[in-house]
């Protein structure tokens, strides 16, 4: 019963470097979406999928990329990274984009620390 | 856009005292709200949710949530406080494609 399952745990960049951050649920989930979480500012959405091919922007999504070319993964990816991305990182699911009323599931996060 | 906020980023309480974390939401339609739970190096557990059948919700680890539309408000309580409920506590409201949360609510239990 993994869930969503997210890895690296943990990753230490440097400035400009570059790094993909996946993830993968087992729940035949449609819906699955990328969140940093930031000190007193809660977690906000960088970018979402409704499905299989679908992608589409969030709050603050500069400076990372997605795709969704299986219902089960969700990667991101950061194409140079700043200071400004050390964040947590979580990824997470439910089961349609439209089901608002339906929890989102979420894995246990990666902690990056850009230097 | 929906939104909420979390009134008080800390919250200190005695074990066996009573737990109240408070939460306001900002909503033209009607609001579906959760409230998750946090422990150090965890993901996010889902404690409880309002989905508009009844005003009071009963979630896990004996918390409940009493959803106020004359004061926008969906706070969190539960009646006798643990050690094990130390944690960092998310109220959030969701959309048909966004969840948005609270700046989250860190909860002390003092001995």
């Known amino acids: 019963n993994a869930g969503v399952t997210q890895t690296p745990k943990f990753q230490v960049l440097k400035t400009g470097q570059s790094m993909t951050l996946q993830c993968a649920q087992d729940?035949?989930?449609?819906?699955m979406s990328w969140y940093r979480q930031d000190p007193g500012m809660g977690l906000r959405l960088i970018h979402y999928?409704?499905?299989?091919?679908?992608?589409d922007q969030g709050e603050v999504p500069n400076g990372y990329n997605v795709s969704r070319s299986t219902t089960e993964d969700f990667p991101l990816r950061l194409l140079s990274a700043a200071p400004s991305q050390t964040s947590v990182y979580f990824c997470?699911?439910?089961?349609?984009?439209?089901?608002?009323?339906?929890?989102?599931?979420f894995g246990d996060g990666t902690r990056l620390s850009i230097l | 856009a929906q939104s909420v906020t979390q009134l008080g980023s800390h919250v200190s309480v005695s074990e066996g005292a009573l737990v109240l974390l408070r939460c306001n939401y900002s909503?033209?339609?009607?609001?579906?709200l959760f409230w998750y739970v946090q422990y150090p190096n965890q993901g996010l557990q889902l404690l409880l949710k309002?989905?508009?059948?009844?005003?009071l919700v009963k979630g896990i680890n004996g918390f409940e949530a009493e959803f106020k539309k004359s004061e926008t408000s969906f706070h969190l309580t539960k009646p006798s406080a643990h050690m094990s409920d130390a944690a960092e506590y998310f109220c959030?409201?969701?959309?048909?494609?966004?969840?948005?949360f609270g700046a989250g609510t860190r909860l002390t239990v003092k001995p």
């Open positions: 997470a699911s439910r089961i349609k984009g439209g089901d608002s009323n339906q929890p989102q599931h």
């Open positions: 309002y989905t508009s059948a009844a005003t």
């Open positions: 729940m035949n989930h449609e819906y």
């Open positions: 959030a409201v969701s959309d048909v494609h966004d969840m948005r």
């Open positions: 999928s409704v499905g299989a091919g679908i992608t």
């Open positions: 909503s033209s339609v009607p609001p579906y």
